[in-house]
């Protein structure tokens, strides 16, 4: 009997999903209005009423790729993290940045996490010195060549960690660099809001436990009936900054203006699929701020969707094939395989 070896298997149910993920964007493109989404709550809303027309901005940001850029300009993205008891997170979060498309990550991190991550992956660029006692200084010589950082994936929350980070987040709004904020990072925005309010170039990408300590730092009323509602509470509290709020449905809101992410992903909950989120997040905010007069909505929410978006489809992609088994990363070996299926690949022009 003619049997179907599993890797022509495999071949095949990715491409049925690539073909499916370019049909419902046709659908949408066709069949889709404001009043479908719950975009509703401004002019923006309706501006950016479905999945293709934000992937439309999404693509007028991604570099082109061709043989006359250099080392650096598809971005060098920066990830303060990591901790003796956390190494996976910083180091999910880095690569991610790497898969999707940035040319350096850089990992600030202790001494202790160091080695550690080092020996992860020669593809990471790794400093120990966030414990370091001159380590700020040699921190801070190194941000202004970063297109975006990442702050808190496994950092732990040691008060001597905290106050570098301060600093450091402090130098980075100096800079106008583009900041995502995850885990602990997060926790430190709960313990001090002011370290980040009113930087609109920051993205916070809180989980379901995150967002209520969040919401509860801020005073925000709880509506249990209006998640949209109290994402946008967030974030205006907070000062316009963009909130991600993950979930089976991500909800991504920059002051009124807000994006939905609807995509099934899966239902395997294995941890790091946010620091995924994260790092991948980064490289989308160094090219949508490189590029804002490209896009008409807030490139901060535009790099939130992009993330989102491609998370969730290598969650899903990732969970066909492994299903209970699924790990992070069997979700980043999808990475290149959903970026060619949702977005436009500009290879080969102006070679
Ligand atoms: N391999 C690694 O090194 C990983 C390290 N991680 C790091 O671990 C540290 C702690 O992160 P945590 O996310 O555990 O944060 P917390 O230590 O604040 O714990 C949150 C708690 O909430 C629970 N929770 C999560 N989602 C929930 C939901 N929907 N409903 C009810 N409860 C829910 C979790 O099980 C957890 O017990 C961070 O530094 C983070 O970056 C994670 O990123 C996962 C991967
Ligand atoms: N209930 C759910 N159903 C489907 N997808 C979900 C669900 N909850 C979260 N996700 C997705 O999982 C990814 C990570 O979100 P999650 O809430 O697990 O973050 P996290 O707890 O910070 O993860 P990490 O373990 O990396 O710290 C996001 O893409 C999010 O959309
Ligand atoms: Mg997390």
Known sequence: MNKLKPSRLVVGIKLLQIFFWNEAKVFAVGGETCSRSYLSHTKMNCAMQNDSQVIEEINKIIPPLTYSQHKGQAGRIGIVGGSEEYTGAPYFAALSALK????????????????????????????????????????????PRLGSVVIGPGLGRLSSTMQTVKDIIAELKELSTPIVIDADGLFLVTQDPDVILGYKRAILTPNVVEFRRLANAMNIEARNDDPVQETIDLSKALGDVTIVRKGKVDIIAHGDQVLKVTEDGSPRRCGGQGDLLSGSMATFAFWAYKNETKVTANPGAVAAYGACMLTKKCASLAFVKYGRSTTTTDLIAEIHTVFEGTFEIFSNKNL
Do not use: M, R
């Open 100 to 143: 999707v498309g940035a040319d350096l990550a850089h990992v600030f991190c202790p001494s202790a996490a160091s080695p550690v991550i080092k020996s992860y992956s020669p593809e990471l660029i790794v400093h120990p010195l966030l414990d370091k006692e001159d380590g700020l200084t040699a921190i801070k010589d190194w941000l």
